[in-house]
């Protein structure tokens, strides 16, 4: 893809083929840009949305 947007917080949104879960994992690592973290800088990724 040449287009990929940003995450809410304007930090690239991270892929890896093949994925944890499945085909691909696609996340956020949050407001922080970081790994881990809590609240607003949890990351969040296609398998924890809604959880």
Do not use: H, K, R
């Not at 093949?18 to 990351?43: C, H, K, N």
Request: aromatic share 14%; no cysteine.
């Amino acid at each position: 893809m040449n287009n990929i947007p940003q995450d809410p917080w304007n930090n690239d949104f991270q892929y890896v083929s093949p994925g944890t879960e499945g085909a691909y994992d696609l996340y956020s690592y949050g407001s922080d840009g970081q790994e881990g973290g809590d609240g607003d800088a949890a990351d969040i990724s296609i398998w924890n949305i809604g959880s």
